[in-house]
């Protein structure tokens, strides 16, 4: 794609669909004077002032991707556009970080069509893409200066993927200080990520709201991931399981913390073809696993490899003591 800004093409900005909502293309923006220049020209050109003393001045909102958008990302946006109101501005981050990527990983690989994505947006509420190169977002190489995860980036996804969650804090903080959002959305299937990003922004003062955005599935219960496109046939009926364990997980809240841990896994066990990283049943705020006595409410992970896919997913399960 052309390094030039994309200007709408669908429908004039502004104009309606049949079925009510406003479809176009956003602006897509490649470096940072891009950036820079594109939200001056809104400030100035774009919201009028506010007809009413009951209208409510509108936010920046931020989602930040990977690209390779599918449903999960676009409800984000939707949401990001309630988030900002009508006077307000969204735009959406296409980039993918190599920090956060480890050894071995799908760097290289991992799926990217800037054409696909921007099509995506077009109609959901995003007003411009930030595409930037790695040279971009880090002009001088490799940052010296990293954002820690702290003991949050040691467990589960970090015990399996070292440093991950310190390349993931860093180029958010990054995207965070370019974009400058006053709101910034997230999944909740990425839950580890969505913990870390709310305390990094809780301990380092950052001033941006921090929204989780429940997880989208496809019909038979897969949590939509950009690298579901790996998964064959077969494997992705095997991916299933992941989903299933999590359902079983929960409905064994009544039989305490051992209890829905052991039903998940016997699910898991029974699955042909799914390695186990771990599953985990953890206090939704620290990530530290819940004792056999807990009550409450938890978080019940799980990452597994399907084939060569890595997958992760997590269901919320209120536990109750095992009173049989």
Known sequence: MSTEAITPTDTPLGAQTSTGSTRRTPLVVRTRSELRDAQMRWAIAGPLEPSGLDAEPGRRAVVMTMGALHDG????VRRARAEAGPNGQVIVTIFVNPLQFGAGE????????LDGDVAKLAGVGADLVFAPTPDV???????????SAGRIGDVLEGEHRPGHLDGVLTVVLKLMHLVRPDVALFGEK????LLAVRRMVRDLEVSVEVVGVPTVRE?????MSSRNAYLSADE????????????AGAAAAGRGAAGVINAARQVLDEADGVVIDYLALVDPVTVDAVTDDFSGHA???VAARV????LIDNQAVEVSPDQR
């Open 106 to 113: 799908d760097l290289e690989t991992y799926p990217r069509d």
């Open 137 to 147: 977002v880090y002009p001088d190489g490799d940052p010296v200066v990293r954002v």
């Open 73 to 76: 990302h676009l409800e984000l």
């Open 219 to 223: 019909g038979d219960g897969l949590a």
């Open 190 to 193: 990425d839950a580890q990520q």
């Open 307 to 310: 084939g060569t896919t890595r």
């Open 299 to 301: 978080l019940l992970l």
């Open 236 to 247: 992705r009926e095997r991916a299933l399981a992941l989903s299933r364990a999590l359902g």
